[in-house]
């Protein structure tokens, strides 16, 4: 049976390391994790890797590091900061991936609260930036770097080098072998094996506490539900501190034995992602829209012939591709058009966007527009969605094959169960629910309720075929004063569908009417402008064009139509827009880390803006304080135009 | 800082240079300690690219000397220049715009090469063996500079901050003793502007490479230089540490101007 074997590795594998060693001795020259350096793909198999992770769990050990102690890894993507989530592990500790981007000031509240006495990081940026903010964690005793450029002269006696530390890590497991091997063997499946953040959309973050078992228990099943074996490629890009890779990079890899495959920078995915051609391979849908939106700008300065091959074909993709994807009947005619856009363009732009080997790609995290989705579907990608929080594994629902409904999130995962309460919220329960929030037994309390339920905050709803709908929040949906129900987020989506609609902000709660804040997107307006002849100095300037204006009031209106068919939603088109004189940024504590919208700090930040929009106003001037990413604050002011939008009757007459 | 100033490794003493009847450059002397950072600061017109040229054997002065590691010499000439670890970057950047990053910066390594032409062409033994310890060199340039992702990329298609950072890098990839940077944040956004200084610093730093610039950004100069010397109208005004100059009542002339 499969199920009780994960790639050779016996069942008896029930935390990270076991799985780790059970895979060095079952394929232990096969590659296990590979990064670009210097230009070339470096690997390590599965025995290295081993030998790796063992030397710095001594080495941690020297360092003082012990049973239940938390661990903060910082850094972007790198072989050795997955070792260290591993090595941690393997001592009973809890790794704490952190996120990287996060400035000096945001970090002070998770090595507070998870109580870090040690932290590994990965450069020169992120010690200064702990360096910045020690005196205010006094718990932390030891920071470990793993690159050591430029950290020549930090003469700090608690600051470490990761090379002496597994040096010396290697030298004490091979005169001691057993002492690491009892350390493992200590370990208990139902163990905390890692704790990540959530991002705090509302209020402080809350450590979420998952053990071995219940992310053994989502890979499992994950695992078995696409079929993903040890034969597996995947870029791991996106931040370790998000439950996605954590899942996906981390806990899949181990217990199949798939490759992990580190990008050379973060500017480099793109090129990288060619070279591995990933089997799997999973991206938030601002990550397919970025590809999209520099496809879609290419094309545009692409020779004519091209461009009428591209959107003949693409037209014919958009006709029938999804339908081939899924195994439904397509005419001959359309199947013969198909193989041959698959020959000119399909499969030339499924190599540029480095997805021909692709067997399974997953989008999470935000809603992705059907136009988007249905365009990757159609080009033979095999796109599909997944459902789920840091709470659950990122691991609730899953789009099975052939049975893709664009606007669902697919059917409940093996494992779990769904319930919908009364009120219309998701509740979820599962082997891969959360053990608690770290410290917070009010939290842990309510968010899972007396039948073991975990209340994910999220409206939704099951279809007739049992796939799961989600509408919005739970706790944003509110109410006009007219009485019709105000999704926001569901509106926002809409809006940002658009390509050169980057963020959005839509506000109608206890008002009679829906007006919205709006972000343009820099590629795809700033490319639009450069074809008119448009000139603009930046962000700011841009924005407050008055073609870009009518560009996206076009777009606003459209939605505004769309709105307009379903009698649900009629009620709350947008009445008012204006364009942000800057773009909202996590930096400035608008967004979340993972770009979620804090729509009540924004409500607070702008809310002369929100009283112009309400006030009729034709215009509203605004200064801003920004962030720079080094800590250093400017101001943007700007007058910005209020736009009244046309909206259209509900289609169908509501019972009157 | 753990990093040693050592001896004056280029002393350039009463050097004159003229075009006909411009006198760029009027009897200047000044040297340069090994592993410092020396700034040339001046209006424009001031003389300071011309004094770069002077260093690197573009130029040959009418008068004067130039001492480089205890040789005395009448004049520099360019490949004696290069020969002897002496690298430099341009005002305005004159880099191979149709190739990509990568080969500009193997250009970088050419007097490196040993083997001939018809080895390269057939790429074989030696000839192999060099090449991979040259794009060795090449890419722990480019990482050090952080510039992977445009490593394939035309240097005719990069904007301007990014070409300037190539700039440096082919010179890095020479592994100078003596950098001669030509303004090299001209044209740059205050971001653009901190890497460079960092990136320069960090030469400085890891390398011990000694760094002569000319720079009209003054925050820039007076933050990362160890001595700064300054020319008007082809002559040395002032010379020293960036607070002496500071403090230097023709160089507030110079700059600033004086009420009459």
Known sequence: MTASMSGGV?????????????????????????????????????????????????????????????????????????????????????????????????????????????????????????????????GLQHIIYDEPRGLRHYTQPFLHGLDEVLAAGKIHDQNHEDFLDEQIAQGRPEDVAIMLYTSGTTGKPKGVCQTHAALIAAAQGGCGFDKLDADEEILSYLPMAWVGD???????????????????????????????????????????????????????????????????????????????LDGKPVNGKDRVLYALGNLLVYAPLRNVLGMSRIRVAYTAGAAIGPDLFRFYRSIGINLKQLYGQTETCAYVCLQPDHQIKFDSVGLPAPGVEIKIADNGEILVKGPMLLKEYYQRPDATAESINAEGYFMTGDAGFLDADGHLKIIDRAKDVGKLNGGAMFAPNYIENKLKFFSYIKEAVAFGNGRDEVCAFLNIDMGAVGNWAERRGIAYAGYTDLAGKPEVYQLIEECVSQVNAELAKDAMVADTQIHRFLILHKELDPDDDELTRTRKVRRGFIGEKYAVLIDALYGGKASQFIETEVKFEDGRKGKVAADLEIRNVRTFPTVQGRAA | MARQIGEVILDLKGISLSFGGVKALTDISFDVREHEVRAIIGPNGAGKSSMLNVINGVYHPQQGEIIFRGHHLRDMNTHAAAAAGIARTFQNIALFKGMSVLDNLMTGRNLKMKTNFLQQALWWGPARREELANRLKVEEVIDFLEIEHIRKTPVGRLPYGLQKRVELGRALAAEPAILLLDEPMAGMNVEEKQDMCRFILDVNDQFGTTIVLIEHDMGVVMDISDRVVVLDYGKKIGDGTPDEVRQNPEVIEAYLGTQH
């Open chain 1, 10 to 138: 016996p069942d008896s594998a029930d935390t990270f390391p076991r799985l780790l060693l059970g895979h060095a001795r079952a394929r232990g020259a096969r590659p296990a994790i590979r990064e670009k350096d210097l230009g070339i793909w470096q690997s390590w198999t599965w025995a290295e890797a081993a030998r790796e992770v063992r030397g710095m769990a001594c080495g941690l050990a020297e360092l003082g590091f012990k049973r239940g102690d938390r661990l903060a890894i910082i850094g972007d993507n790198r072989p050795r900061l997955y070792w260290a989530m591993c090595a941690a592990q393997m001592l009973g500790g809890i790794p704490v991936p952190m996120y990287q981007d996060a400035v000096a000031q945001e970090m002070i509240f998770v090595l507070q609260d998870a109580g870090i006495h040690i932290a590994i990081v990965e450069d020169q940026e992120q010690v200064d930036k702990l360096l910045e903010v020690k005196d205010q964690c006094p």
């Open chain 1, 246 to 324: 954590n899942l996906f990079s981390y806990a899949q890899a181990l217990y199949a034995g798939f490759t992990v495959n580190c990008p050379e920078s973060g500017d480099t995915v793109m090129t990288d992602l060619r070279e591995i051609g990933p089997t799997y391979y999973f991206a938030p849908p601002r990550v397919f829209e970025n590809l999209l939106t520099q496809v879609m700008i290419r094309m545009e300065d692409a020779g004519t012939i091209k461009r009428g091959l591209f959107h003949y074909f693409m037209a014919v993709a958009k006709r029938c591709g999804a339908d081939i």
